[in-house]
């Protein structure tokens, strides 16, 4: 069983950066981030395998964020630059076997932290 709690959310005006982390309570080789917009689907934003050799993004946030990790401290962080009104939506992150942007791959979920970008 892993636990992970995410932080970091909060409030900004477009053009605006926020970084979010995750904390696990364990050692799983992929970590993920992912949102969900009010009625929307949950998307993959960014996942990372081990030390972060390997990434995959979203086309949506390619050049904007950043999908890191830290595993002194088992957190895995998402800077997230040049935000946009549409980034808004619930942030969470998640672990599993598998790095894809496939949420029905990953085994463990955080609680969500919010993301609100204003225009």
């Known amino acids: 069983q892993v636990q992970l709690v995410e932080s970091g959310g909060g409030s900004v005006q477009a053009g605006g950066s926020l970084r979010l982390s995750c904390v696990a309570s364990g050692y799983t080789s992929c970590l993920g981030w992912f949102r969900q917009a009010p009625g929307k689907e949950r998307e993959g934003v960014a996942t990372l395998f081990g030390d972060g050799i390997f990434t995959v993004y979203a086309d949506s946030v390619k050049g904007r964020f950043t999908i890191s990790r830290d595993n002194t401290k088992n957190t895995v962080y998402l800077q997230m630059n040049s935000l946009l009104p549409e980034d808004t939506a619930m942030y969470y992150c998640?672990?599993?076997?598998?790095?894809?942007?496939?949420?029905?791959?990953?085994?463990?979920w955080g609680q969500g932290t919010q993301v609100t970008v204003s225009s």
């Open positions: 998640a672990a599993g076997p598998s790095c894809t942007l496939d949420s029905a791959r990953y085994n463990y």
